[in-house]
């Protein structure tokens, strides 16, 4: 049996819940209860946060870091190339920085333009930027942020910003083994089993890891990528 864990409100982990069963698998979503799950059963751990006292075999994404300053730390560390980033609340007066909050999603903070916050981040201008998707070391799927809008936010790119994820021949035109390799890399760096990374590439061709996503966006056929991966899994 595949239990996928998210406590939390998601349509994303009940789809994906239908989408492995439509494929042949067996899978069940817990909110709660993981004392059901047994030694031969996979636990996919969608963003959430796993008891250690329960001492599950086989877990997928064992740990998270929730905290994205404490993720940029443990990247940098492992020398993924990230933004500066400073424990600071407030925008220096000099420079190019964007305050943050630990625990933001959707660039909500972002858009809010917070004077304070937890923690701030340079602001790397780019001319391009990916969401790539890596499982078990292996980039599944990859997609390149293009406008749906025609006057998208120049400087952040989120579908609120006006821009939307084209997971197709324009992607594949524009991406290099050097982005995947930068996003296999950070996924790596935090021990993660799977996630969703957003790169951005300076003008120079460099990439920059932005975040790694652990309760990664579902959109077109990605949902399907990672039903197969996880029944694949399960399968040896």
Known sequence: MIYLFCRRPSSGAADLVNQINTLGGAAQRLRQDLCQVRPIDLVVNWGDTIPARLNLPNVLNRTIIHNKYRELVQLAAAGVEVPRHELRAQRPAAGDWLVRTFGH?????????????DYITEYIPTVREFRIHVFNGVSIRAGIKLPREENPNPRFRSWNDGWRLDYGEACQQAISQRIRDAAKAAVGALGYDFGAVDVGVRNTGEPVVFEVNSAPGLEGRTIDVYAKAIIKKTNG
Do not use: V
Not at 108 to 117: M, P, T
């Open 105 to 117: 999603q959707e660039a909500r903070d972002l858009r809010a333009n917070l004077l304070r916050g």
